[in-house]
Structure formats: structure tokens, C-alpha cells
């Protein structure tokens, strides 16, 4: 599998931003999808998951703000992002977990986007 994101850039707070993330490959045994994020000298931070059943999950300082989003025929992950602010400043990572099964086990695979630039700045 590959992910690959798109719709980073600059912007204004309070404006917004689309991103994103195009998965390829053997995209049949994808499950959950997420963004992350990443700033400088910070661990990646999750910011939503979406299930294949399109149950969501978002941390605190996004909600209301951010909306996750997927399309499984087209294989595609986006996150409209609201009201930017400038502490959401990082890059943003499409990760996905894929799900094999076996007759003798079921192993979990997770697959990571090169990440986009996201710069709130007045």
C-alpha cells in the first residue's frame, strides 16, 4: 500500500485547508485510516481516525474544527480542516492500517504518507 497526501500549504488563522491522502496498492485489506502530525523536536501526534465503517475519532483541541472523511471506492482519506489556529502549524502524516487475514492468524500492517506542510501564519 501506498499513501500519498496532497493540500498542504500557508494560510491565515481562521481560514481553511483540505487535505488529502490517496492510497494505492492492495488497497482492498485497508481498515482503519488517521492523520497525524508533526512538529519539530515533538512526537507525531494523532489527530482523527476513521474506521472502514466510517466511525470517527478526534483529539480534544480539533473538535468542532475538523472533520475526517473517506471514500472507499475512490480509496481516499481527506480532512477538512476550519478555523485554523496557528498551534495546528506542523506536518500532517496519512497513516493507514491494513488488516491481513490467514486461516492460521490475522497480522495488522501500518502504512505512512511522505507528509504535507501545514503553515497557519499571519
Known amino acids: 500500500v501506498q499513501l500519498a497526501e496532497s493540500g498542504g500549504g500557508v494560510v491565515q488563522p481562521g481560514e481553511s485547508l483540505r487535505l488529502s491522502c490517496a492510497a494505492t496498492?492492495?488497497?482492498?485489506?485497508?481498515?482503519?485510516m488517521g492523520w497525524y502530525r508533526q512538529t519539530p523536536g515533538k512526537e507525531r501526534e494523532l489527530v482523527a481516525t476513521?474506521?472502514?465503517?466510517?466511525?470517527?475519532n478526534y483529539i480534544n483541541s480539533v473538535k468542532g474544527r475538523f472533520t475526517i472523511s473517506r471514500d472507499n471506492a475512490k480509496n481516499t482519506m481527506y480532512l477538512q480542516m476550519n478555523s485554523l489556529k496557528p498551534e495546528d502549524t506542523a506536518v500532517y502524516y496519512c497513516?493507514?492500517?491494513?488488516?491481513?487475514?490467514?486461516?492460521?492468524?490475522?497480522?495488522?500492517?501500518?502504512?505512512w504518507g511522505q507528509g504535507t506542510q501545514v503553515t497557519v501564519s499571519s
Open positions: 497513516h493507514a492500517e491494513v488488516i491481513v487475514h490467514t486461516i492460521e492468524s490475522t497480522s495488522s500492517f501500518d502504512y
Open positions: 476513521i474506521t472502514r465503517n466510517f466511525r470517527t
Open positions: 496498492g492492495r488497497t482492498s485489506n485497508i481498515d482503519t
